[in-house]
């Protein structure tokens, strides 16, 4: 697990009211919220000089938005350095948003886990510069920020290799709940995969509504300002007191507890699940005498519940199966499904199916699909691929769809050259002895005569692109694969 999953962020900013003492009391708070909940929580500061940050002209001025605050809440750096201790002490992730070059320097130099990098100053690119070299894991806010913008940002550190995540933000203080665009979550990891995409709120402090909400839609990380008022101290209409923040951070817990997926690669089903729907199922009653061995067809039985223990359900019936006993009228049957070479072939269709879907993938309306089953329709999910041909010319197109748990055995060509490419998934490709744990976006080249295999832990669809495709051309290591006549491994599918 990296620094950014799961991660929430308490923000400070300037709630420490320009006092260590105070500062270090909303860090104890926080604290107590992190160990009560057991979530890796970070306190989040804010650096700038203000010696240069400020123009000379302006110091002092009251009717310039933020000086007064920005002046009256000054901290030096070892105030700052005492802050970051604390934060460390109560076992959180120190992290500051510098607005100037100088506080990225004095995150360096403090050992800050994360540089965070605030709406305001996302594309400050000489700020970003300095951001960028100093090697620390990096949060950009995105709030006022188009489509367009955030894709300069996320090339921007792209190319300079840097670890980064983004917030979905809205800059209004408060924001009201319709500006907050909560979608927009879900474009932004699909249009940035492999980065992490959080929340920061700055909506009504009472609400738990939108944090629950926002981890629903896939955000991995959240920030909220918080404070710690007193008799003199008053919090911002967007700033957390401790109690806030216990109630928001519950909730953030609760959702992410009922969205979790309880099984890895698919969907838990409880057996109390099971037996809920199990009763309210109906079951195969003989509705005619029916001989041992005898055919049974859809006129000889009707469904009704209950569906006793072991006893066939409605949907597991196919006419034509043979009765393993006699059966009198209204007994139940205790058949069992049966599973043929179609029924295994359609299930790997479906299956097939629903791995380009979740990629995303459009076939279009011009394609041959054939299963590749070297040992057989029985064995497919074990060893096989879905080989979809798009074209095959001088030049040939597939798309290999690859189950979970799959692999396809090793083999070679002495016609044909190909080159992976890996579009969704996790594909393993083994190429002459060397094994390359391939990425989406990641290609693979196999030339003539390279012995290959491939396979996957949880599924994956990759691009072939080939010299012309030749039938018969894939000579296999496995003796027993290699006597088969090829449509003996080979299944076509008209009825995609």
Same mark, same amino acid.
């Given at each position: 697990?990296?620094?950014?999953?799961?991660?929430?962020?308490?923000?400070?900013?300037?709630?420490? =009211?320009?006092?260590?003492?105070?500062?270090?009391?909303?860090?104890?708070?926080?604290?107590?919220?992190?160990?009560?909940?057991?979530?890796?929580?970070?306190?989040?500061?804010?650096?700038?000089?203000?010696?240069?940050?400020?123009?000379?002209?302006?110091?002092?001025?009251?009717?310039?938005?933020?000086?007064?605050?920005?002046?009256?809440?000054?901290?030096?750096?070892?105030?700052?350095?005492?802050?970051?201790?604390?934060?460390?002490?109560?076992?959180?992730?120190?992290?500051?948003?510098?607005?100037?070059?100088?506080?990225?320097?004095?995150?360096?130099?403090?050992?800050?886990?994360?540089?965070?990098?605030?709406?305001?100053?996302?594309?400050?690119?000489?700020?970003?510069?300095?951001?960028?070299?100093?090697?620390?894991?990096?949060?950009?806010?995105?709030?006022?920020?188009? @489509?367009?913008?955030?894709?300069?940002?996320?090339?921007?550190?792209?190319?300079?290799?840097?670890?980064?995540?983004?917030?979905?933000?809205?800059?209004?203080?408060?924001?009201?709940? %319709?500006?907050?665009?909560?979608?927009?979550?879900?474009?932004?990891?699909?249009?940035?995969?492999?980065?992490?995409?959080?929340?920061?709120?700055?909506?009504?402090?009472?609400?738990?509504?939108? %944090?629950?909400?926002?981890?629903?839609?896939?955000?991995?990380?959240?920030?909220?300002?918080?404070?710690?008022?007193?008799?003199?101290?008053?919090? !911002?209409?967007?700033?957390?007191?401790?109690?806030?923040?216990?109630?928001?951070?519950?909730? @953030?817990?609760?959702?992410?507890?009922?969205?979790?997926?309880?099984?890895?690669?698919?969907?838990?089903?409880?057996?109390?699940?099971?037996?809920?729907?199990?009763?309210?199922?109906?079951?195969?009653?003989?509705?005619?005498?029916?001989?041992?061995?005898?055919?049974?067809?859809?006129?000889?039985?009707?469904?009704?519940? %209950?569906?006793?223990?072991?006893?066939?359900?409605?949907?597991?019936?196919?006419?034509?199966?043979?009765?393993?006993?006699?059966?009198?009228?209204?007994?139940?049957?205790?058949?069992?499904?049966?599973?043929?070479?179609? !029924?295994?072939?359609?299930?790997?269709?479906?299956?097939?199916?629903?791995?380009?879907?979740?990629?995303?993938?459009?076939?279009?309306?011009?394609?041959?699909?054939?299963?590749? *089953?070297?040992?057989?329709?029985? =064995?497919?999910?074990?060893?096989?691929?879905?080989?979809?041909?798009?074209?095959?010319?001088?030049?040939?197109?597939?798309?290999?769809?690859?189950?979970?748990?799959? =692999?396809?055995?090793?083999?070679?060509?002495?016609?044909?050259?190909?080159?992976? =490419?890996?579009?969704?998934?996790?594909?393993?490709?083994?190429?002459?002895?060397?094994?390359?744990?391939?990425?989406?976006?990641?290609?693979?080249?196999?030339?003539?005569?390279?012995?290959?295999?491939?396979?996957?832990?949880?599924?994956?669809?990759?691009?072939?692109?080939?010299?012309? *495709?030749?039938?018969?051309?894939s000579y296999y290591d496995d003796p027993e694969i290699a006597k088969l006549d090829?449509?003996?491994?080979?299944?076509?599918?008209?009825?995609?």
């Open positions: 697990m990296g620094i950014f999953d799961g991660l929430i962020i308490f923000e400070m900013a300037n709630s420490h =009211q320009g006092s260590v003492e105070h500062g270090l009391s909303i860090i104890r708070e926080m604290g107590k919220i992190a160990r009560n909940f057991n979530i890796k929580a970070a306190v989040k500061l804010q650096y700038r000089n203000l010696d240069t940050f400020i123009h000379p002209d302006y110091k002092g001025r009251a009717d310039i938005k933020h000086i007064p605050r920005f002046e009256s809440t000054k901290l030096t750096y070892e105030q700052f350095s005492m802050l970051v201790s604390a934060i460390r002490e109560e076992g959180m992730v120190a992290m500051s948003t510098p607005f100037d070059e100088d506080g990225v320097e004095w995150c360096q130099s403090q050992g800050l886990d994360i540089i965070k990098i605030a709406s305001c100053s996302a594309m400050d690119w000489p700020l970003l510069e300095k951001a960028a070299g100093a090697g620390k894991p990096l949060i950009i806010s995105t709030g006022g920020k188009s @489509i367009s913008d955030i894709d300069k940002i996320y090339n921007f550190f792209t190319h300079r290799g840097c670890e980064f995540a983004f917030l979905h933000c809205v800059a209004e203080y408060p924001a009201p709940l %319709p500006h907050l665009q909560l979608d927009f979550i879900e474009r932004m990891k699909k249009r940035y995969r492999g980065i992490v995409v959080g929340y920061s709120g700055h909506e009504d402090p009472d609400g738990i509504a939108v %944090p629950m909400m926002a981890v629903a839609k896939g955000a991995g990380i959240f920030e909220r300002h918080v404070g710690l008022p007193t008799e003199t101290i008053s919090l !911002n209409a967007y700033s957390m007191s401790p109690e806030q923040a216990a109630r928001w951070v519950g909730a @953030i817990v609760d959702a992410r507890d009922i969205c979790r997926v309880k099984k890895e690669g698919d969907k838990y089903v409880s057996q109390e699940e099971l037996d809920s729907l199990r009763s309210l199922s109906r079951g195969v009653f003989a509705r005619r005498p029916i001989k041992a061995g005898q055919p049974i067809r859809r006129g000889d039985v009707f469904f009704a519940m %209950p569906c006793g223990e072991g006893q066939m359900a409605s949907g597991e019936f196919a006419p034509g199966m043979a009765a393993g006993k006699d059966y009198s009228v209204n007994e139940p049957l205790y058949e069992k499904k049966q599973y043929t070479d179609i !029924n295994l072939a359609r299930g790997v269709i479906h299956d097939a199916k629903g791995l380009l879907f979740e990629a995303g993938i459009a076939l279009g309306g011009q394609f041959e699909v054939e299963l590749s *089953h070297h040992y057989g329709l029985k =064995q497919f999910r074990r060893t096989g691929a879905v080989i979809i041909s798009i074209i095959n010319r001088e030049y040939c197109k597939k798309l290999i769809v690859v189950l979970p748990g799959q =692999q396809h055995p090793v083999h070679f060509h002495k016609v044909k050259e190909e080159t992976f =490419q890996l579009l969704y998934g996790d594909l393993e490709c083994v190429v002459d002895g060397e094994a390359a744990q391939m990425q989406p976006g990641d290609t693979q080249t196999v030339l003539r005569n390279s012995k290959h295999s491939f396979s996957s832990r949880g599924g994956a669809v990759f691009e072939e692109i080939s010299t012309t *495709h030749v039938k018969g051309d090829l449509m003996a491994r080979k299944t076509i599918i008209k009825e995609w």
